[in-house]
């Protein structure tokens, strides 16, 4: 029979809690602002701690261990993890269990900026290997092997590789090849798949962690009815200490975790499986009737997958012809009442839900809105291509080490080329650094900063005044 253990003995203790001496302060729900009771009142119930029937993350025995044993079965691999700080905290615990200090590890450089802390947290020295372009789309795609094997013959001992994949616009490859290679030479591979919790839906994408990754991470709130920071963490492989594993996720994880992200995530399982081929193709269909009407209106264009790249079907990335950002598509959509996952200098991008769409009428209008809004504005001319011309493989101008030692002060980003960045810049979302801490921050970096903050772009890592951080160093 298809359950969700640790909401039924949510439910169940519900039944039976008369009186509450524990924390939370809200004392179930008791204890709450009046204004805002009404709202809340129906779930703070579960909000609750490591009481008796209730088990706990951090040593799970009863309920969250046969809850994350499910969710191990469901998705066909070793062993499952909830998390209840996110993908963040995954790619944390990936990285620091994996790697030691000042081990050589190759990074996609469009990571998260999330990798990027682990990696410094773990004391390691990355070797950043540079995607290939969507000429089209303007944003980084995945890896080729071509970049991975030089990266090896310039550092012949590296522990592994993280990957991203697939990327935050749906762009998924295959890694087999590249984890067969790193595999060949005693390394781990780790993806940041957190765009990627529904891939193995019948008619879906493959997961990483059957194309030869020995760990993912999926952020389940990404495409999946779970609550805000809820995700999951995979291992499918041999090669992971998993003792060092569950300490690292108790390195970084809350040691109050929520009750109601971890319920959700639970139940999350629980819709996967209930989903049938039906509701699956209906999604399916719903998503590209979708992509074809925007593509059949005039000044819109939806982005494809190329060459062996595979499209998530639902992401929908949408571009407009004219003079016309795509920070400011995005408020002209926002206008309407429609709201999209990201922008950036050309693209908007929805992430159409795992589940019936309503009102697609009302939706299709709204499009045809601003289609027509869109004849208004100049014919695009030209584009830029900010990330051309970057070297392969590169690495940070300073280790962590040496950073640690180091004094920072605020510089002009106008006027800090060939200064190292004392933090990241990040366009956010998508939160993929435009710099990271430890680089040398170059003309290229300036001119891309320039251009999208010009067009809209909000940045992580930047004063009001345009000051960034950098190391005061001989």
Request: with cysteine; net charge negative; hydrophobic share 35%.
């Amino acid at each position: 029979m298809k359950y969700a253990p640790l909401y039924e003995a949510l439910i169940n203790h519900g039944r039976t809690n008369k009186w509450s001496f524990h924390v939370p302060g809200h004392k179930n729900g008791h204890i709450f602002e009046e204004k805002a009771r009404a709202h809340f009142q129906s779930v703070l119930p579960f909000d609750v701690t490591e009481l008796l029937g209730l088990d706990d993350l951090h040593h799970p025995e009863g309920v969250i261990l046969e809850a994350q044993e499910l969710l191990a079965s469901y998705y066909k691999v070793k062993q499952s993890f909830f998390l209840v700080n996110g993908s963040t905290c995954g790619n944390h615990a990936m990285i620091l269990s994996s790697f030691n200090d000042d081990d050589i590890v190759l990074v996609q450089r469009n990571c998260h900026k999330s990798v990027l802390n682990g990696l410094e947290l773990a004391g390691v020295t990355p070797v950043f290997l540079h995607t290939e372009l969507d000429e089209e789309g303007g944003y980084p795609l995945g890896v080729d092997l071509q970049t991975v094997k030089q990266a090896v013959e310039n550092y012949p001992h590296v522990k592994g590789i993280i990957l991203t994949n697939p990327t935050y616009y749906g762009m998924q490859q295959d890694i087999q090849e590249i984890a067969d290679f790193i595999h060949s030479l005693g390394g781990v591979v780790l993806v940041d798949e957190a765009h990627g919790a529904h891939f193995g839906l019948k008619d879906m994408p493959i997961s990483s962690i059957h194309k030869g990754a020995d760990m993912v991470v999926q952020s389940a709130h990404k495409t999946l009815p779970a609550l805000t920071m809820g995700a999951y963490l995979h291992v499918n492989s041999e090669r992971v200490d998993i003792h060092r594993l569950k300490h690292a996720l108790q390195l970084v994880q809350s040691s109050s975790p929520s009750y109601l992200i971890m319920a959700s995530l639970d139940l999350s399982r629980l819709y996967l499986e209930n989903l049938s081929s039906v509701e699956i193709k209906r999604i399916l269909s719903q998503s590209e009737e979708l992509r074809m009407y925007i593509e059949s209106l005039p000044h819109l264009k939806v982005m494809k997958a190329p060459g062996r790249y595979q499209l998530d079907p639902l992401k929908i990335t949408v571009q407009s012809d004219r003079e016309i950002s795509g920070y400011e598509l995005q408020e002209l959509f926002e206008k309407e009442g429609l709201y999209t996952e990201l922008a950036d200098d050309r693209n908007v991008l929805f992430v159409m839900p795992l589940g019936p769409l309503n009102d697609t009428k009302d939706l299709q209008k709204v499009i045809k809105k601003i289609s027509d809004q869109l004849a208004l504005y100049d014919k695009r001319q030209r584009t830029d291509q900010f990330l051309k011309g970057l070297s392969p493989v590169s690495r940070l101008s300073l280790s962590y080490r040496e950073m640690r030692g180091l004094q920072a002060r605020p510089q002009s980003i106008k006027d800090s080329e060939g200064k190292v960045a004392a933090e990241a810049v990040i366009p956010y979302p998508p939160g993929i650094p435009l710099v990271a801490k430890g680089e040398q921050i170059t003309s290229k970096h300036i001119e891309a900063y320039s251009s999208l903050k010009k067009k809209g772009a909000r940045f992580q890592g930047i004063t009001e005044d345009q000051m960034i951080y950098v190391f005061d160093h001989r």
